[in-house]
């Protein structure tokens, strides 16, 4: 399923951020960095994750719904989607 743009903004938006948190984490263990300090970015780069994964699969399901209608939806699909996250 192909997504327009204007509703993958959000998801990349939240995708960019984790992938800064990841490049401080990255920097911050080049530079010897305490493993607490790494470890409280590497949780912030986590959740980001997570939170990313699930407003995609979010706003697939609201796509598919609104465009093909609520019968036309792979519900078996979408429950592995939301599971491949867990």
């Known amino acids: 399923m192909q997504l327009p743009e204007d509703k993958l903004k959000p ?6 951020r984790a992938h800064g948190h990841l490049a401080t984490v990255i920097r ?9 300090d790494a470890l409280t970015q590497l949780a912030a780069v986590e959740k ?6 699930y407003a995609l699969v979010s706003t697939g399901l609201i796509h598919c719904i609104s465009t093909e209608g ?3 939806v792979d519900q078996a699909k979408m429950e592995k989607l939301f599971l491949s996250l867990a």
């Not at 998801?11 to 960019?16: A, E, G, H």
Request: charged share 35%; glycine share 8%.
């Open 70 to 72: 609520p019968d036309n």
């Open 28 to 36: 911050m263990l080049d530079e010897g960095a305490e493993c607490e």
């Open 11 to 16: 998801v990349l938006t939240r995708l960019r």
């Open 48 to 53: 980001a994750l997570a939170r990313s994964g």
